[in-house]
């Protein structure tokens, strides 16, 4: 079974940094891109950023570049996403989501599954 | 950028048909997926590539996509299809995008 779990809920300060993982079980984890997608409490999805694991190619949203990192370490299956100075409006809930394609070349994007999501509170 | 538009709420009756739509420019030239977000859940993809359903969805789901604008259709619904529903397309402009509709909810009477 083709799986992403994530690391467990975060409460953190302003100004903290943080890390929070996705674990890719079930499938060649190299071969597929994985994003992350923000969900700020009571709001929509907004897709963060993506990485490609076989080679740690790696593209963000406008919105998020300079923000956010995010890596993948391929001898443990797992993609991360870090803050090195937490703010406030991080707060929300934090997915990660297997990117599928079709066409020859890629045409046609979507995501499935999706992690559970990781919800990380900053609060002072 | 690209935007999708999406109604905010859909109210529908057990049995009923529900057709939510997510507007954007030319999007029948797009190929658009859709997700269903139970409360405390996460994301579960419903159609793909305007219409195709992932294994497990069942039937009653559908979609299609012309002109300006793409509709996820629930036939004979029921009380746990109650949930935000997003659409989603794939844009290029300088770079790769995703982009996602704001979420429709849909409440069953």
């Known amino acids: 079974e083709v799986q992403l779990v994530q690391s467990g809920e975060e409460v953190k300060k302003p100004g903290e940094s943080l890390k929070i993982s996705c674990k890719g079980s079930?499938?060649?984890?190299?071969?597929?891109?994985i994003a992350w997608v923000r969900q700020m409490p009571g709001k929509g999805l907004e897709w963060m950023g993506i990485?490609?694991?076989?080679?740690?190619?790696?593209r963000y949203s406008p919105s998020f570049q300079g923000q956010v990192t995010i890596s993948a370490d391929k001898s443990t299956t797992t993609a991360d996403l870090q803050w090195t100075s937490l703010k406030a409006s991080d707060t929300a809930m934090y997915y990660c989501?297997?990117?599928?394609?079709?066409?020859?070349?890629?045409?046609?994007?979507?995501?499935?599954?999706w992690g559970q999501g990781t919800l990380v509170t900053v609060s002072s | 950028s690209y935007v999708l538009t999406q109604p905010p709420s859909v109210s529908v009756a057990p049995g009923q048909t529900a057709r939510i739509t997510c507007a954007g420019n030319?999007?029948?030239?797009?190929?658009v997926h859709w997700y269903q977000q139970k409360p405390g859940q996460a994301p579960v993809l419903v159609i793909y590539?305007?219409?195709d359903r992932p294994s497990g969805i069942p039937e009653r789901f559908s979609g299609s996509n012309y002109g300006n604008t793409a509709t996820l259709t629930i036939r004979r619904v029921e009380a746990g299809d109650e949930a935000d529903y997003y659409c989603?397309?794939?844009?290029?402009?300088?770079?790769?995008?995703?982009?996602f509709g704001a979420g429709t909810q849909v409440t069953v009477l």
């Open positions: 989501a297997r990117r599928f394609c079709f066409g020859t070349p890629c045409s046609s994007f979507w995501f499935d599954p």
């Open positions: 079930g499938y060649n984890f190299n071969d597929y891109w």
């Open positions: 990485i490609y694991p076989g080679d740690s190619d790696t």
């Open positions: 030319d999007i029948g030239g797009k190929s």
């Open positions: 590539n305007d219409s």
């Open positions: 989603q397309v794939w844009y290029i402009s300088s770079d790769h995008f995703f982009v």
